[in-house]
């Protein structure tokens, strides 16, 4: 029993010792200081404080106030002259560069599709431009103007107001409204030929349709091949773009890549200067597989070509995209990385 006596004196002790910290009715002091004391400290940190937030809003005001726009720069360009720029593709492939999907389960393959339809409707989303607009043709091509035709199809060339109010524009000269405007260069669809109709984009009959772009790069514009590779047509108003299997075995599994618009991208399309409503070239690519090629992988690179545009096996995003295709359909052997499964029907 003694230690439990002195184990609740110990704690009468330190609680009276507390209540004397916490406020001493001797020395008239709360938590260890008296009132003056209180406020001084409390006036330190208001001051404190108000510095360090005076400090951060004039830079905030700084970056804000005397920084250029975006689209005025500076934009990092040195890496380019000796490089090039990367590509884009939609749908955004999985991890390592996979595209894996059972033509016969849809599910498996919706994915892919919602993710191209989803890209192309940001895609039109430019301000004061109807999305029907990308599939006009110009007055001279309206005769072939369709989605089956082999002619490139030139897209319409809109002026869009770029940060304008209602009063701005009213009250502008001519000058100065041209100088509010923004000369934005469609690109047409129907280039894209069936990839774009189809409403599955190939993937429900095993050919898959895949998308590209060229990423943004200030300033660049592609320079014409001075020597024309073999497998390729080449023009100056084009940059020539083809997809071919990695190795031979994987050319072998590959029938036909047929190449939407088969000339490439037009070269018109570029620099990009940091205009605000720039509209990127696109090129389909529709791949077909021999049978084979089910239960199987099959690797496939796809590469812009121009004199500007280096490929190096040290900087492989470098001008060139590189897919690994995982088909099957119900009962085939699916190919894995480390092991082989069977894909049972339902």
């Known amino acids: 029993m003694g230690c439990f006596d002195n184990l609740k004196k110990d704690i009468c002790r330190n609680w009276q010792d507390f209540k004397g910290f916490m406020w001493n009715p001797r020395t008239k002091e709360f938590f260890?200081?008296?009132?003056?004391?209180?406020?001084?400290?409390?006036?330190?940190?208001?001051?404190?404080?108000?510095?360090?937030?005076?400090w951060w809003s004039g830079l905030l005001y700084a970056r804000v106030y005397f920084l250029p726009e975006i689209s005025e720069g500076p934009f990092h360009?040195?890496?380019?002259?000796?490089?090039?720029?990367?590509?884009?593709?939609?749908?955004?492939?999985g991890g390592n560069g996979?595209?894996?999907?059972?033509?016969?389960?849809?599910?498996?393959?919706?994915?892919?599709?919602?993710?191209?339809?989803?890209?192309?409707?940001?895609?039109?989303?430019?301000?004061?431009?109807?999305?029907?607009?990308?599939?006009?043709?110009?007055?001279?091509?309206?005769?072939?103007?369709?989605?089956?035709?082999?002619v490139y199809l030139n897209g319409l060339e809109v002026e869009i107001e770029v940060n304008v109010t209602e009063d701005e524009a009213e009250n502008s000269t001519s000058a100065e409204k041209e100088a509010m405007t923004e000369k934005v260069k469609l690109f047409n669809v129907l280039n894209l030929g069936e990839c774009y109709t189809d409403e599955d984009h190939g993937f429900a009959e095993g050919e898959p349709c895949l998308?590209?772009?060229?990423?943004?790069?200030?300033?660049?514009?592609?320079?014409?091949?001075?020597?024309?590779p073999k497998d390729l047509t080449t023009s100056d108003e084009f940059m020539p773009f083809s997809c071919k299997g990695y190795k031979s075995q994987d050319q072998d599994l590959l029938e036909e890549v047929k190449i939407m618009p088969e000339q490439g991208f037009k070269i018109d399309y570029f620099p990009w200067e940091g205009q605000e409503n720039y509209v990127k070239p696109l090129v389909a690519a529709?791949?077909?597989?021999?049978?084979?090629?089910?239960?199987?992988?099959?690797?496939?690179?796809c590469k812009i070509y121009a004199d500007n545009i280096y490929h190096k096996s040290t900087k492989p995003n470098i001008g060139r995209v590189e897919i690994k295709f995982y088909l099957s359909e119900d009962g085939d052997v699916e190919y894995v990385e480390e092991e082989v499964i069977t894909t049972a029907a339902p």
């Not at 008296?34 to 360090?52: N, Q, R, T, V």
């Not at 998308?211 to 014409?224: D, E, I, L, M, Q």
Request: hydrophobic letters at 35%; glycine letters at 6%.
């Open 32 to 54: 260890g200081r008296d009132a003056k004391s209180w406020c001084e400290i409390f006036i330190f940190y208001i001051i404190f404080y108000g510095l360090l937030a005076c």
């Open 77 to 93: 360009t040195e890496y380019i002259p000796h490089r090039g720029p990367g590509m884009k593709m939609i749908p955004p492939p």
């Open 98 to 150: 996979e595209l894996r999907y059972n033509k016969d389960k849809n599910e498996s393959y919706e994915g892919f599709v919602n993710a191209i339809d989803s890209f192309f409707e940001e895609y039109m989303e430019v301000a004061g431009v109807a999305k029907e607009d990308f599939e006009v043709c110009a007055s001279n091509q309206s005769a072939v103007c369709s989605a089956t035709s082999s």
């Open 211 to 228: 998308f590209f772009s060229v990423n943004k790069a200030y300033g660049w514009t592609p320079k014409p091949l001075s020597e024309s």
């Open 286 to 301: 529709k791949f077909k597989f021999t049978p084979e090629a089910y239960g199987s992988r099959v690797r496939v690179e």
